[in-house]
């Protein structure tokens, strides 16, 4: 997926967490739509979640934000 960005705009890196693969699938899907936000990757629980995360992110974490819905 190829994301463009306007000059100025930053945008959120999203990994989707969640047990159920369709609602994981969803979410994705909803990403794709969106022009501020983007999906980098998925997991199913919380430790595969962390682990990703570890693996994703840049020297710096500027914001986490968990949300169980």
């Known amino acids: 997926m190829m ?3 306007q000059k100025g705009m ?3 890196r ?3 967490v969640d047990d159920h693969p369709m609602i994981r699938q969803t979410l994705r899907q ?5 022009t501020d936000a983007w999906c ?3 997991a199913a629980n919380g430790v ?3 682990d990703l995360a570890l693996q994703l992110m840049s020297t710096t974490v500027e914001n986490w934000t968990l949300i169980d819905v």
Do not use: K
């Open 30 to 34: 909803y990403l794709e739509t969106s």
């Open 48 to 50: 595969e979640a962390v």
């Open 14 to 16: 999203t990994l989707v």
């Open 3 to 5: 994301v463009s960005v």
């Open 40 to 42: 980098v990757g998925e």
């Open 10 to 12: 930053r945008m959120i």
